[in-house]
């Protein structure tokens, strides 16, 4: 079976193996490539996984001999389902394989706030300690976590993670879901209330037309100035201009973010040089480890399509 793997490079600095997957078949490597450089690269094949390529219409429909699209993520909105229905083309993603993982960067981000980490660290290099009257000095912010709301926005099995977490530090949570009937562990709360009460809120929820911007200038006006938010989702629910400008005037306390509405970061996005502003480029989901699971989780689906058994299909 010809296998080809897209966006290589975006999974591996070549510190991870790749044998489960080359086991199953013959298997051709392609870093990110542009796409008019796709069809060229998958025209031959019959199982191809890609992490954030777009496989739309006009590249599936020239690919006859495809008929698998496996994913390097759980997200599939890069892929055109639909047509691949039409084509009798499985697609499959990797649920839940990096819930741990975002749920600790999560939390990093929230400890990270809570405790002026990176002010702290950036003055005592730059001399702050060194030159303190006391043995103690504490200029920036410093917040226990005991006793404090944690907001939920989805509540799915990462949001249940961060909850976890949340609990072990003592804080309160609350969350809103569009499944309410399944939760049994925290209190459900209106979109209103989770913005109110919230002095850490946390986006958990997939990027659909419901939740893109759902972090807007109404939204914002609602939290508290002493709140932070941490997006660890997708960057589109974010109005991104709104944020910075409520960073700026101090509507709200902060915030931590590992994703953007664009990727890689465009140099004039405004949250650059925002107030309070944490950023990492989307590597939530990327500790060794996790990445180690998602290849054979990955494997997994493409052995299961090939006994005729598909595990994972988006779109049956």
Request: aromatic letters at 8%.
């Amino acid at each position: 079976m010809k296998i080809v793997i897209l966006d290589r490079n975006t999974v591996t600095n070549e510190d991870i193996s790749f044998a489960e997957i080359e086991s199953l078949g013959d298997v051709r490597y392609f870093d990110v490539l542009p796409k008019e450089k796709l069809v060229s690269a998958i025209d031959d094949a019959e199982v191809v996984v890609c992490n954030k390529a777009q496989l739309d219409r006009s590249i599936i429909e020239k690919c006859p001999k495809l008929k698998f699209i496996g994913l390097f993520a759980t997200g599939y909105n890069n892929i055109d389902t639909a047509c691949a229905k039409e084509k009798g083309i499985v697609v499959c993603n990797v649920p839940g394989y990096s819930t741990e993982a975002v749920a600790q960067l999560t939390f990093s981000m929230i400890l990270a706030l809570s405790g002026s980490f990176c002010e702290y660290t950036t003055s005592t290099r730059n001399g702050g300690w060194i030159k303190s009257d006391t043995f103690s000095y504490f200029p920036f912010p410093l917040r226990e976590l005991k006793d404090k709301t944690l907001g939920i926005f989805g509540y799915g099995s990462i949001g249940r993670e961060v909850a976890k977490i949340g609990r072990a530090f003592g804080m309160k949570i609350i969350t809103y879901t569009r499944t309410p009937s399944k939760v049994s562990d925290a209190e459900v709360v209106s979109l209103e209330e989770l913005f109110r009460r919230s002095d850490y809120l946390s986006l958990h929820a997939p990027l659909t037309p419901e939740t893109t911007k759902i972090i807007n200038p109404e939204t914002l006006s609602l939290m508290k100035k002493s709140a932070y938010l941490i997006n660890t989702s997708r960057g589109g629910a974010i109005d991104e201009d709104a944020l910075a400008k409520a960073l700026s005037e101090g509507i709200i306390a902060g915030a931590g973010l590992d994703v953007l509405t664009v990727e890689p970061m465009l140099p004039d996005n405004p949250l650059r040089t925002a107030k309070n502003c944490l950023i990492t480029p989307h590597i939530a989901w990327a500790p060794i480890e996790t990445r180690v699971r998602l290849i054979t989780m990955v494997a997994e689906n493409i052995k299961a399509f090939i006994e005729d058994n598909p595990i994972n299909v988006v779109n049956r």
